[in-house]
């Protein structure tokens, strides 16, 4: 069973007529979804996430203390924990009165501000280069399935487009790491025996194209252990993953090491075509270090350009 379709179904036959039943003279100051961190707010869950945080339920986000009394939010909580605790064949656990639930009533400010660091939902280009990709994310996947004043839709909609210099210093950065992890060191490391450190090397190549891969669909990476998942439903360059997967997963024996040195290449080879299409570089080689510094000069606000190359990776 999906997660996201649970909630919304059971917030549709209960959550719904409870809320305009009892609370109809605040609805135009709350929001109700499944937000946040979780496979299911993603749409990734399957099988195996229902062993763990798995329930019928959704979130009842409401305004910070100033807008809305501690006697209205208490109401709420005690409304939500009396809706049925067994729906389409899955339990939905007591409310944690000292918090740790993603269902039940947030402080939408407080939401916000663990997720981004501020109650607005407004990001300069030094937050987008600061905050982890995830973290935003868990403000902008799942579904509203109801929005009374939209203040939160609007939010989530400013969090969808990264301005474009902060995507080509994302860009930059992790291409040049591309090209020191993979193109330089990897092979190098093989040849002095390190095997782990030649790994490792591989691992920082495949994560670091996973991030060029996402900024080039102009996505959000999410967190690690579904970024192959959600690479799957990129339009562009979603067909590495088999290359990068196998970088990961075999051996670097002399034939292996080899082979992998050429995937190397066939990869950046991918991604230089990309970046040529998209008017992201002017250098013309196979070098990703140099195609790297070429999409750091084309960034057009110089205090962004001018920081360090890595400075959003």
């Not at 919304?8 to 109700?32: H, P, S, T, W």
């Not at 995507?167 to 330089?184: C, S, T, W």
Request: some cysteine.
């Amino acid at each position: 069973m999906n997660g996201l379709l649970l909630a919304e179904e059971y917030y549709k036959q209960f959550g719904e007529q409870m809320l305009r039943e009892e609370f109809g003279d605040i609805l135009g100051q709350i929001a109700v979804g499944l937000i946040g961190s979780g496979s299911e707010c993603f749409g990734y869950d399957d099988e195996i996430s229902e062993d763990h945080d798995f329930e019928p339920g959704f979130t009842i986000f409401i305004p910070g203390e100033a807008f809305m009394d501690s006697k209205t939010a208490f109401r709420l909580e005690r409304a939500y924990a009396k809706l049925p605790k067994e729906f389409m064949g899955y339990v939905k656990p007591p409310v944690n009165p000292v918090g740790g639930n993603r269902h039940g009533v947030v402080r939408l400010d407080e939401f916000l501000t663990a997720r981004l660091g501020n109650s607005s939902g407004e990001l300069s280009d030094e937050d987008w280069l600061r905050l982890p990709e995830n973290s935003i994310l868990e403000v902008t996947n799942g579904k509203l399935f109801f929005d009374g004043s939209g203040a939160f839709t609007a939010i989530r909609e400013g969090l969808t487009e990264i301005p474009e210099d902060v995507r080509r210093k994302k860009i930059a950065g992790h291409l040049l790491n591309m090209a020191q992890a993979g193109q330089y060191n990897y092979y190098r490391l093989v040849g002095r025996g390190e095997e782990g450190a030649a790994q490792m090397a591989l691992y920082e190549y495949a994560k670091s194209t996973l991030q060029v891969v996402y900024s080039l669909n102009h996505k959000l990476m999410p967190y690690y252990k579904w970024a192959f998942r959600g690479m799957r439903d990129l339009e562009i360059l979603s067909g590495l993953e088999d290359n990068l997967v196998f970088l990961l997963t075999t051996g670097n024996d002399k034939e292996l090491s080899v082979k992998k040195a050429n995937t190397v290449e066939e990869i950046a080879g991918a991604v230089i075509s990309e970046l040529q299409r998209q008017n992201l570089t002017e250098a013309v080689c196979g070098d990703l270090e140099k195609h790297a510094y070429s999409v750091n000069d084309s960034i057009k606000d110089t205090k962004i350009r001018y920081l360090n190359i890595f400075a959003a990776t």
